[in-house]
């Protein structure tokens, strides 16, 4: 039996050839060192653990739970937005949890997208908005991230037509690629985007707790009318160090929520209750671990990028995320140099055209090994050039 035309033309796994270079690589013994990575290496914090270790012994978390999640921690969520952000959500119809924020971003467009529909997506990006869209029967149009345009889709270059036929759109900041940041200003075009062409927007704020120099990321539901045309997509994972244990939410437009949850309770059974205490102790309990976080993320890019400097590579410091995203020197493709860097410095890059056309020409650096290891890479990448 053949699988559809959508998983037909699903692209092999981005990593999948790194993955076994890798492999061989290791089989000989060679110590590579891995900044492909987008996956915190540090422990989940102790606290949250312990909330977990209780839950389990608790009988009524083996049931099955609500496909939208406890009340309970929808109104963590919302607790936390109003401190956060000074957000104002209604847990009740507001919010929805999600096994992770990357299920909810694959399933909105198969909730929206009837055969043929547009979603509006960035480029570079992470994959499974295309993906999402793609599987659902859609089309992507792209939104081109550039150096020029800071990584920030240019609204007005979206053709009028192509704007009306748009069902979705996705943005991220800060952003997976290219650590770039948004401001409020620009979440207000965005708004009006919306308003006039009737579009859902699709805010992915993973990273929105990893931040440096003292910015803090805002949320896109702080934007006035935000709540009216978009959603705000975000998870456990990157904040506290919780991407094995699947937890995340969607919230904001109660339409949307309201859509999502018809559609999960159909398709899934929601979250591991004793996942969702665990949650909740994470977003009410003490918040002294994701400053420590932020300050050793902070240390690791200002440790790569003085290796970086010293080799002359050209690159912004990003202010949030964990990612550096550079640009390929001259007379090699992404994959090129980043398959060079392998064989010669034993250092895995990942190549920018794996987040799409426009991410050709760079390479992205994952802030998760520790300072000496990235130290180390830069080291092996100078005596290799
Ligand atoms: C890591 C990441 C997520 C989070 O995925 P989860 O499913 O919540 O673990 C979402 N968006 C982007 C861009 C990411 O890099």
Same mark, same amino acid.
């Given at each position: 039996?053949? *699988?559809?035309?959508?998983?037909?033309? #699903?692209?092999?796994?981005?990593?999948?050839?790194? *993955?076994?270079?890798? *492999?061989? +690589? =290791?089989?000989?013994?060679?110590?590579?060192?891995?900044? !492909?990575?987008?996956?915190?290496?540090?422990?989940?914090?102790?606290?949250?653990?312990?909330?977990?270790?209780?839950?389990?012994?608790?009988?009524?978390?083996?049931?099955?739970?609500?496909?939208?999640?406890?009340?309970?921690?929808? *109104?963590?969520?919302?607790?936390?937005?109003?401190?956060?952000?000074?957000?104002?959500?209604?847990?009740?119809?507001?919010? /929805?949890?999600?096994?992770?924020?990357?299920?909810?971003?694959?399933?909105?467009?198969?909730?929206? #997208?009837?055969?043929?529909?547009?979603?509006?997506?960035?480029?570079?990006?992470?994959?499974?908005?295309? /993906?999402?869209?793609?599987?659902?029967?859609?089309?992507?149009?792209?939104?081109?991230?550039?150096?020029?345009? &800071?990584?920030?889709?240019?609204?007005?270059?979206?053709?009028?037509?192509?704007?009306?036929?748009?069902?979705?759109?996705? /943005?991220?900041?800060?952003?997976?690629?290219?650590?770039?940041?948004?401001?409020?200003?620009?979440?207000?075009?965005?708004?009006?985007?919306?308003?006039?062409?009737?579009?859902?927007?699709?805010?992915? +704020?993973?990273?929105?707790?990893?931040?440096?120099?003292?910015? &803090?990321?805002?949320?896109?539901?702080?934007?006035?009318?935000?709540?009216?045309?978009?959603?705000?997509?975000?998870?456990?994972?990157?904040?506290?160090?919780?991407?094995?244990?699947?937890?995340?939410?969607?919230?904001?437009?109660?339409? +949307?929520?309201?859509?999502?949850?018809?559609?999960?309770?159909?398709?899934?059974?929601?979250?591991?209750?004793?996942? &969702?205490?665990?949650?909740?102790?994470? #977003?009410?309990?003490? @918040? @002294?671990?994701?400053?420590?976080?932020?300050?050793?993320?902070?240390? =690791? =890019?200002?440790?790569? +990028?003085?290796?970086? @400097?010293?080799? !002359?590579?050209?690159?912004?410091?990003?202010?949030?995320?964990?990612?550096?995203?550079?640009?390929?020197?001259?007379?090699?493709?992404?994959?090129?140099?980043?398959?060079?860097?392998?064989?010669?410095?034993?250092?895995?890059?990942?190549?920018?055209?794996?987040?799409?056309?426009?991410?050709?020409?760079?390479?992205?650096?994952?802030?998760?090994?520790?300072?000496?290891? /990235?130290?180390?890479?830069?080291? =092996?990448?100078?005596?290799?050039?």
């Amino acid at each position: 039996m053949q *699988e559809n035309q959508a998983m037909q033309n #699903l692209p092999p796994y981005l990593f999948a050839r790194i *993955e076994k270079k890798v *492999e061989e +690589a =290791r089989m000989q013994g060679i110590d590579v060192i891995n900044l !492909g990575i987008g996956d915190p290496d540090q422990p989940t914090p102790q606290h949250i653990i312990d909330v977990m270790a209780r839950s389990i012994h608790e009988p009524a978390n083996h049931q099955y739970p609500s496909s939208v999640g406890l009340l309970r921690y929808r *109104e963590a969520v919302a607790g936390w937005y109003k401190r956060r952000f000074n957000v104002d959500l209604n847990p009740a119809t507001e919010v /929805i949890s999600l096994l992770g924020s990357k299920e909810g971003i694959a399933h909105i467009s198969f909730a929206y #997208l009837d055969k043929g529909d547009i979603n509006l997506v960035p480029d570079p990006g992470y994959p499974v908005y295309a /993906i999402g869209t793609q599987l659902a029967g859609g089309i992507s149009y792209i939104m081109p991230l550039t150096e020029e345009n &800071q990584y920030k889709p240019v609204l007005e270059d979206i053709p009028e037509n192509v704007a009306r036929q748009a069902k979705l759109m996705f /943005i991220n900041y800060p952003n997976n690629p290219t650590g770039a940041v948004a401001d409020t200003g620009y979440y207000m075009k965005v708004v009006e985007f919306a308003k006039a062409f009737d579009i859902l927007v699709c805010h992915d +704020a993973a990273y929105s707790e990893l931040a440096y120099d003292g910015y &803090q990321s805002p949320s896109f539901l702080q934007v006035p009318g935000a709540k009216t045309v978009g959603v705000e997509f975000h998870s456990l994972s990157k904040t506290y160090n919780m991407t094995g244990w699947r937890i995340g939410w969607m919230a904001g437009n109660h339409d +949307a929520v309201e859509v999502m949850g018809r559609f999960k309770s159909n398709v899934d059974s929601g979250v591991f209750q004793a996942v &969702q205490y665990a949650g909740i102790s994470a #977003l009410e309990g003490p @918040q @002294q671990t994701v400053a420590e976080l932020q300050h050793m993320y902070q240390q =690791r =890019r200002d440790a790569a +990028a003085a290796g970086m @400097q010293s080799l !002359g590579w050209s690159f912004t410091k990003p202010l949030g995320g964990f990612y550096m995203w550079v640009k390929v020197p001259r007379g090699y493709t992404s994959a090129q140099y980043c398959e060079m860097i392998l064989e010669k410095a034993h250092v895995i890059l990942t190549p920018g055209n794996g987040y799409g056309q426009y991410g050709e020409g760079y390479f992205r650096i994952a802030l998760t090994v520790d300072t000496a290891r /990235i130290t180390e890479a830069m080291r =092996r990448i100078k005596a290799a050039l």
